[in-house]
């Protein structure tokens, strides 16, 4: 994991990052759509930590 955007195509989209819910580790995640309010916190920490440091 980098935290590096894909393109449609799966290229990767240079210069930009994604964390938080745009990475796909926030909203629920692996806890799923009936995750309680917080329950997605580590995982936006975890890519937003993970984004910076390849940024």
Do not use: D, W
């Not at 290229?11 to 799923?32: C, D, I, P, Q, R």
């Amino acid at each position: 994991m980098q935290g590096r955007v894909l393109t449609p195509a799966g290229t990767v989209l240079k210069g930009l990052f994604a964390a938080g819910e745009a990475s796909g580790l926030g909203g629920g995640g692996y806890h799923g759509y009936n995750a309680l309010e917080g329950t997605f916190l580590g995982g936006c920490l975890f890519s937003g930590r993970i984004a910076g440091q390849n940024a």
